[in-house]
């Protein structure tokens, strides 16, 4: 590699020399891509292409094909059909690290990067400089890592900085510095904005132009409209693995594309009542650094209200918070007028306020207990006046579970992991309900369920409701919105962005704020 001006040493072509917008030819094909895995067709005889210099915005709801469709540019997955060409010569086979020396680099979400090594060890994590001998030239690596930062508008950091010691934006320059280093020419943006203040994106913004004004082209996956419009030139939308549009942005405006995002649905409404009646839970000027701010609400005794959005806009923080399990740091919580003291968790279930939290695999599931011990211990943790356990009362649980939610367990003694997803989210609830909370809060309730099992726990949902239990219920699923919720509240960038009446509910419109089209770009 060739020390001296940025855009020669990371193999990057002269701006002088480059062609402008509009005039170049294809540089990345994907040809009638399709993915299959088992029975479900993850990706369906999609095209899709990209200019060198070219900020692509790639879009569409979860479970979309975005993730499958750029894993198969980036090597990890091999197309059922179809074929991907890179400046014209055919990649479709290559594996991760031979996209990655063809120059397609995958900046995650999360982040692939270690707080406990320095910077410069971080940009070469994995592909170290070493002499004949095998031996790490750290000098020549901290030179190279000096010249990359000053790309990236970095020159002030030094290589030595402990990585635990930067911001979050330059976690994510460093990322992109990564890629530079080993000359990107496709780098694929993955949600990047998702823990960044406006200024921050700002910042971002301004590195991306300039990498493309080198011709660089970048693939930007995200759900918020504002930051699509200002940055990305085209775009692709895809909906259930096949392409529903595509164009260049300056052709259309965020309805169009929250058009084409949501699509239509057949809906399979339950039966909801409506209901009116006293406050029981207030919260007023909620606020947690960094994730949400100023966040207000009234919940009514017998309500579900739901808060949605998407990724990043502060719901699953203040999920936790509103349990306990995230500090605030301003605002308060009245329960019955009286204030949810904060200390604990234990504390807030005590007050009255329970909840059944995402991701039952990490966050709820006790693998090496049984069905009865997974769904007992939290009424023996927070209301067993006792130090034993007693039999009898667990083997009533157990029957009362099986009755309320048809939970197919043929033993209380069968391992919780024996069970199918939907049961073990169902052994999940019922642990919850037995302490009879005033407040149920469902962060995400129906995540890897299948139909059958998402249809009970809907009902269970209502049924609390109409026997008098307030429910918070946060998920980005407008059906499940439209067949339990009473209100529902948006959310966009860490505050409430619009609050729905039920008869007011509309997927459309509900994108719509949730995406920041109604705010002015970034």
């Known amino acids: 590699?060739?020390?001296?001006?940025?855009?020669?040493?990371?193999?990057?072509?002269?701006?002088?020399?480059?062609?402008?917008?509009?005039?170049?030819?294809?540089?990345?094909?994907?040809?009638?891509?399709?993915?299959?895995?088992?029975?479900?067709?993850?990706?369906?005889?999609?095209?899709?292409?990209?200019?060198?210099?070219?900020?692509?915005?790639?879009?569409?709801?979860?479970?979309?094909?975005?993730?499958?469709?750029?894993?198969?540019?980036?090597?990890?997955?091999?197309?059922?059909s179809g074929q991907v060409f890179l400046n014209g010569e055919d990649i479709t086979n290559i594996d991760e690290k031979k996209a990655s020396a063809a120059g397609i680099r995958f900046i995650h979400q999360e982040l692939n990067l270690v707080n406990d090594l320095k910077v410069y060890e971080n940009l070469f994590l994995g592909e170290e400089i070493v002499n004949r001998f095998g031996i790490t030239n750290r000098k020549l690596m901290r030179q190279r890592a000096a010249e990359v930062l000053e790309v990236v508008n970095m020159g002030d950091i030094s290589p030595n900085t402990p990585l635990s010691k930067l911001d979050t934006l330059h976690k994510q320059l460093i990322e992109i510095a990564k890629s530079l280093l080993f000359e990107a020419r496709v780098i694929i943006m993955d949600e990047p904005t998702t823990a960044l203040s406006d200024h921050e994106i700002k910042n971002l913004f301004t590195i991306m132009r300039q990498l493309k004004a080198k011709g660089v082209s970048m693939i930007y996956i995200s759900h918020k409209m504002p930051e699509l419009f200002e940055i990305c030139d085209s775009f692709t939308v895809l909906r259930d693995g096949k392409i529903v549009g595509n164009g260049y942005f300056h052709e259309i405006d965020e309805e169009k594309a929250t058009t084409m995002l949501v699509g239509q649905h057949v809906n399979d409404k339950l039966d909801k009542k409506q209901r009116k009646s006293d406050v029981l839970l207030e919260a007023k000027n909620l606020s947690c650094d960094h994730y949400f701010k100023d966040v207000s609400f009234e919940l009514r005794k017998g309500e579900v209200l739901v808060f949605t959005g998407l990724q990043g806009d502060g719901r699953r923080e203040l999920a936790e918070a509103l349990f306990g399990a995230r500090k605030l740091t301003s605002g308060h919580v009245l329960l019955e007028d009286k204030p949810v003291k904060y200390h604990s968790i234990k504390s807030v279930i005590r007050s009255g306020i329970s909840m059944v939290q995402r991701n039952r695999k990490e966050r709820s599931i006790i693998k090496n207990m049984n069905v009865l011990d997974n769904l007992t211990i939290a009424q023996f943790a927070y209301s067993n006046k006792n130090f034993v356990v007693k039999k009898n009362d667990q083997l009533r649980v157990f029957h009362d579970c099986k009755r309320l939610l048809d939970v197919k367990a043929s033993s209380p003694r069968m391992e919780i992991t024996s069970l199918s997803g939907g049961n073990q989210q169902k052994v999940i609830i019922s642990r919850w309900l037995e302490l009879k909370s005033k407040v149920y809060i469902f962060d995400n309730p129906t995540q890897g369920v299948d139909v059958g099992a998402k249809f009970e726990i809907y009902k269970l949902i209502n049924k609390l409701a109409e026997e008098g239990v307030s429910i918070i219920v946060f998920s980005q699923e407008y059906p499940e919105i439209e067949k339990i919720g009473d209100r529902c509240i948006v959310m966009y960038n860490g505050k409430i962005s619009k609050v729905f009446d039920r008869e007011e509910f509309n997927e459309k419109e509900m994108m719509y704020y949730s995406t920041g089209s109604d705010k002015k770009a970034v």
Not at 46 to 63: A, D, Q, R, T
Not at 67 to 76: A, F, Q
Request: hydrophobic share 35%; charged share 20%; with cysteine.
């Open 1 to 80: 590699m060739r020390l001296g001006r940025p855009d020669v040493l990371f193999g990057l072509p002269n701006p002088d020399e480059y062609c402008r917008w509009g005039d170049c030819r294809m540089y990345l094909e994907m040809k009638n891509i399709t993915m299959v895995f088992g029975s479900n067709k993850a990706v369906d005889n999609v095209s899709f292409s990209l200019k060198k210099g070219e900020i692509h915005g790639l879009m569409g709801e979860n479970g979309a094909g975005k993730s499958t469709l750029m894993n198969i540019l980036g090597g990890v997955y091999r197309p059922t």
